[in-house]
Nanobody
Framework: QVQLVESGGGLVQPGGSLRLSCAASGSDFSAYVMNWYRQAPGKQRELVAIITTGHNTYYVDSAKGRFTISRDNAKNTMSLQMNDLKFEDTAVYYC?????????????WGQGTQVTVSS
């Protein structure tokens, strides 16, 4: 079993920055692909960023150049550094872990953390 706990959300002005963190408890953290999703009011949940077990990264087009995903396997943590935030970044952000290999059937979600970009 893996438990995911998110932190770092809050209120920020346009152009500002926030750093979201996801702390995982359990075993085999390095065998999970880690993802950040977000869901804005009235919209579908959107995949924002991915970091693979090999530390390859992916970003949705709207986040490229502004967001950076990272992971620290020794600390069982994952982060999303968000810079130059825009009104349209306002959403609940969710940490997600997808198992690989022998853990491929395992998938876990954090509780979500609110990010509000407002002037």
């Amino acid at each position: 079993q893996v438990q995911l706990v998110e932190s770092g959300g809050g209120l920020v002005q346009p152009g500002g920055s926030l750093r979201l963190s996801c702390a995982a408890s359990g075993s085999d953290f390095s065998a999970y692909v880690m993802n950040w999703y977000r869901q804005a009011p009235g919209k579908q949940r959107e995949l924002v960023a991915i970091i693979t077990t090999g530390h390859n990264t992916y970003y949705v087009d709207s986040a490229k150049g502004r967001f950076t995903i990272s992971r620290d396997n020794a600390k069982n943590t994952m982060s999303l550094q968000m810079n130059d935030l825009k009104f349209e970044d306002t959403a609940v952000y969710y940490c997600n872990a997808q198992g690989t290999g022998s853990l491929k059937d395992l998938n876990y979600w954090g509780q979500g953390t609110q990010v509000t970009v407002s002037s």
